[in-house]
């Protein structure tokens, strides 16, 4: 399922560069959404976030003869709004401030799912949605794009812009705390819990 996905996009994105306007909008319509929720993890401000993906779009649309091939669209679409959401970032934290080190990447359980889920239930996923939400902003960052957008240690490696062995290690670290503060159940159920929606 995965990788037909990801041959769709790769002969949309061929149709984009040619200008089909069809394949444009469904490139659009598939990972705009996608990448408002990775970027409202980045940054809480969801007004910038906005901005930056218009910006993004704008830029492929305008600049679209000059893009080549991507083998992933979707890696590179998230590495390009990390890129520039984190640049836009930084621009509007020199005019307001340090953001506190905790903002990022919370993971919250969504009022849906607390309707429908029963009360035991809806309480070890906010323990484990709390337990996640104390690791630092960059292992959770990990954790999201492997496990929400399912993307390879390669692509997350390339979209954050460090070594692949430096994502095994975060990841590795964040299990391991997860293990240590999760006793009372297994840690692939926590998970589990987590990507159930």
């Keep these: 399922m995965f990788a037909v996905s990801i041959q769709e996009d790769a002969a949309h994105w061929k149709a984009f560069l040619t200008g089909n306007q069809s394949s444009y909008g469904q490139l659009y319509a598939r990972y705009a959404p996608q990448l408002y929720n990775y970027g409202c993890k980045l940054y809480p401000d969801r007004v910038l976030v906005e901005d930056c993906i218009q910006n993004l779009f704008l830029y492929l649309l305008t ?6 091939a991507v083998e992933n669209v979707k890696a590179y679409l998230v590495k390009a709004l990390r890129r520039d959401l984190l640049r836009a970032a930084s621009e509007a934290r020199k005019q307001q401030g340090p953001l506190p080190e905790d903002s990022c990447f919370d993971i919250v359980v969504s009022p849906e799912t607390r309707l429908i889920s029963d009360q035991a239930t809806l309480a070890r996923r906010e ?12 292992m959770k960052e990990v954790l999201f794009l492997r496990f929400y957008e399912n993307l390879s240690f390669e692509e997350i490696a390339a979209i954050m812009n460090i070594h692949q062995r430096s994502v095994y290690k975060m990841m590795y670290k964040a299990f391991d705390k997860l293990r240590h503060r999760l006793v009372d159940f297994p840690l692939w159920l926590a998970m589990g819990w987590l990507l159930w929606k």
């Design 127 to 138: 323990k484990v949605a709390a337990e996640i939400n104390k690791l630092p902003p960059r």
């Design 63 to 68: 600049h679209r003869t000059r893009l080549s």
